[in-house]
């Protein structure tokens, strides 16, 4: 682009502008987002039209139906969207000059995480933080998670990270640790009495585990595999926690749970890890930001505080329990960082095994 057109545009264009486009491609209509914006239809036509002559492309196709973005409606559309994202954050960074501990942070997270670690850190982190202001947006899929997350409307993702998403280029992703999956049930079942079970005798179970679409479910069909087995069968099949949580602890069901879960909230679900030799892959969980994005000091020391519980741990549990097997693997970070005392992450407990 010419250095005189460039320098054309950020002359005529105004954030006012941008913002109806904006609204436009949310709503649709010229006729809401005069609603939306409190502004008369004509105004919002001639905010568009005059977009439309600046750049001299057409951004919007009209028709009786409504208004569509044009390509170059949506690519000027993705960099407005970051435009008001960074005017988001320079606000947030101003706030923080004055009132360090202040801001607010929006997380997207799963279903799984919301079952033990995402609350275990949010409520160590609000300790120290009390100000910054917390929004949780828990998301169906992964597809779900990284949309979200590219289209600014969440801060970071906060859970489990799949290969491609730690190759892609425009993200940034903290790996914290790898969460080991674990047969599990409630502490009243029949299963629980036993010393030692076998696999195989598992397979007379009724099963309450992920979906045979789910990404987790191969993992389980493959720990038995390895054992010369086929698969469990489910008679419950859903990628809920909750809902596997609470059919578990009718006592009449068994699960497949994460080391973290069972570590924070099991005692709270009234659920135990099974005394059975069947290791599942683990899962990475880790921290995934926006590549190139500015992030606030509240997200920042967030990022530190989910790191940090692991770090932290890990000394905490290899000095009390060295000769036991770790629940959780720590994955190394030679970073030093600060946020949560030593005391409060004896309490978690992370890299000891789930009673």
Known sequence: MPKQWSERILQRLKLRDLRVLMTVAETGSMGKTAAKLAMSQPAVS?????????LDVQLLDRSAQGVEMTRYGN????????????????????????DPASGEIRIGTTDSMIAGFVPAVIDRFTRRYPKVVLEVLPLLTFADQYKELRERTIDLILGRVMVPVRQANDLNTDVLFEDPMVVAAATGSKWLRRRAISPAALLEAQWSIPPLSSFVRPLITEAFR??????????????????????????RFVGVLSGSTLRLSGKRLGLKRMPVDLPIQPLTTGVVTLKGRAQSPAVQQFIRCARNAFQMSRSASVDSRRSERACVRILPDTRQVGCLAASDMRALNFGQPPP
């Open 226 to 251: 390895a054992k010369g087995l086929n698969g469990p069968v489910h008679t419950v099949g859903s990628n809920s926690v909750q809902l596997s949580t609470a059919l578990l602890a009718t006592g």
């Open 75 to 98: 690519a000027l559309l993705k960099w407005a969207i970051a435009v008001f994202d960074d005017l988001r954050q320079a606000a947030h960074d101003m706030q923080s000059l004055s």
């Open 46 to 54: 001639k905010a568009i039209a005059e977009m439309e002559r600046t």
